[in-house]
């Protein structure tokens, strides 16, 4: 069956612009995560979502990243202006439920020039 | 700070020798622990995980120890085989104590199995 799918696999952008990445979770699946991955470190979490609830957004670093998950299926993680550091793999995954184990797509890498 | 810690970046085994990636954490609320592997290019592939209620989970080749106490795990690949080299990841999370469902992840330890 059809895994978790990114989209662009790859973004080059320049600084101050902004960029969408999007994805799409297995279908079903009512948990929807996103991560990021800087060069050298582990995975860190950005922000959650579980069916109709409110997301945990206590890991995004600024306000200029928001995300959204439309119809409890496609999210897109969206970041203005951005910056450098903002340079990073960027890394969804979903689950059937709480607690349960979180699929990983294969990333967006983003290039902020 | 680091609540999820992979001392060694690196381990190179010789194939049919055993792989020992080991992981420490410091947050005690901690209660579900998960390894994943990575390949490039590729997102993390689950590969095993334990509870906080067991010390060892098994799974053919692959064996994770939890020692509660010393707030340590490791994950034992025996026999290691040359598609075992990968990027590792430990991963914890708090979600059974009512914390978050996030995953906390360490660096990663990037293993590679000599044929």
């Known amino acids: 069956g059809a895994g978790v799918s990114q989209s662009p696999s790859n973004k080059v952008t320049e600084k101050g612009k902004d960029v969408e990445l999007r994805c799409d979770p297995i279908?079903?699946?009512?948990?929807l995560y996103w991560y990021r991955q800087s060069l050298g470190q582990g995975l860190e979490f950005l922000i959650y979502?579980?069916?109709?609830?409110?997301?945990?957004k206590s890991g995004l670093p600024s306000d200029r990243f928001s995300a959204e998950r439309t119809g409890g299926s496609v999210s897109t993680l969206t970041i203005q202006r951005t910056q450098q550091e903002d340079s990073a793999v960027y890394l969804c995954?979903?689950?059937?439920?709480?607690?349960?184990?979180?699929?990983f797509g294969p990333g967006t890498r983003l290039t902020v020039l | 700070d680091q609540q999820v810690k992979q001392n060694s970046p690196s381990l190179s085994v010789q194939e049919g020798r055993i792989s020992i990636l080991n992981c420490d954490y410091t947050?005690?609320?901690?209660?579900?622990f998960l390894w994943y592997k990575k390949y490039p290019a590729e997102g993390p592939t689950f590969l095993i995980s334990?509870?906080?209620?067991?010390d060892k989970n098994e799974d053919g080749r692959f064996t994770v120890f939890l020692n509660k106490s010393a707030k340590h795990l490791s994950l034992h690949i025996v026999p290691s085989q040359p598609g075992d080299s990968a990027v590792y990841f430990c991963?914890?999370?708090?979600?059974?104590?009512?914390?978050?469902?996030?995953?906390?992840f360490g660096k990663g330890t990037k293993l590679t199995v000599n044929p």
């Open positions: 995954a979903s689950s059937s439920g709480p607690g349960l184990e979180q699929f």
């Open positions: 979502f579980q069916g109709n609830s409110a997301p945990d």
């Open positions: 947050n005690s609320m901690f209660d579900y």
């Open positions: 991963a914890a999370s708090a979600w059974a104590q009512g914390g978050s469902e996030k995953l906390v």
């Open positions: 334990i509870s906080s209620i067991k």
């Open positions: 279908s079903g699946h009512t948990a």
